[in-house]
T-cell receptor
Framework: KQEVTQIPAALSVPEGENLVLNCSFT??????LQWFRQDPGKGLTSLLL?????REQTSGRLNASLDKSSGRSTLYIAASQPGDSATYLC?????????????FGKGTLLTVNP | DAGVIQSPRHEVTEMGQEVTLRCKPI?????LFWYRQTMMRGLELLIY????????DSGMPEDRFSAKMPNASFSTLKIQPSEPRDSAVYFC???????????FGPGTRLLVL
């Protein structure tokens, strides 16, 4: 059974700092991995998706990397801003068949202080 | 498009009552997912549909939970009878077959007293 762990559970940084969020998964047979953002009282918004054959994806100040063999992914946020404050979740989709189930980590609550 | 629409946004009910949560997916999306989020367990998939047909309901906790999708634009998740441990935020999400991204609704916050 796939299990996804995110460390740390919470992180507080001053504005402008670069930061890294971590995600690990137990079964390396994944189809892809996604990073989501969740704002309080709202649903999830997809930030980046990395296919199992890829090593990284970039969108603006965000960079996500994937090391499938070691079961790890990182989300790098450059020059953090107060607007980046949210909970960040990673989710994996296992390979095999046509099952579209995503397994989520519990998230990292990020606070960027002005 | 208005995105995924869920109703109600908040529901407070007493133990033993029936609860019905509703979802309207994004037009044209052929997959619909129901999730539950709690502090203890995080975000868990309950069930998903493809073209209105349930594909995987292995996450449905027990017989008290049921989900239907009578047409491409509407789905319900019903809990009967409700229990305090069902208190959670329930999310609906949809996606288009050839895309990976799921689009989430704002969620329904359920409190069972």
């Amino acid at each position: 059974k796939q299990e996804v762990t995110q460390i740390p559970a919470a992180l507080s940084v001053p504005e402008g700092e670069n930061l890294v969020l971590n995600c690990s998964f137990t079964d390396s047979a994944i189809y892809n991995l996604q990073w989501f953002r969740q704002d309080p009282g709202k649903g999830l918004t997809s930030l980046l998706l990395i296919q199992s054959s890829q090593r990284e994806q970039t969108s603006g100040r965000l960079n996500a990397s994937l090391d499938k063999s070691s079961g790890r992914s990182t989300l790098y946020i450059a020059a953090s801003q107060p607007g980046d404050s949210a909970t960040y979740l990673c989710a994996v989709r296992n390979s095999g068949g046509s099952n579209y189930k995503l397994t989520f980590g519990k998230g990292t609550l990020l606070t960027v202080n002005p | 498009d208005a995105g995924v629409i869920q109703s109600p946004r908040h529901e407070v009910t007493e133990m033993g009552q029936e609860v019905t949560l509703r979802c309207k997916p994004i037009s044209g999306h052929d997959y619909l997912f129901w999730y539950r989020q709690t502090m203890m367990r995080g975000l868990e998939l309950l069930i998903y549909f493809n073209n209105n047909v349930p594909i995987d309901d292995s996450g449905m906790p027990e017989d008290r939970f049921s989900a239907k999708m009578p047409n491409a634009s509407f789905s319900t998740l019903k809990i009967q009878p409700s229990e305090p441990r069902d208190s959670a935020v329930y999310f609906c999400a949809s996606r288009q077959g050839y895309q990976e991204t799921q689009y989430f609704g704002p969620g329904t916050r359920l409190l069972v007293l």
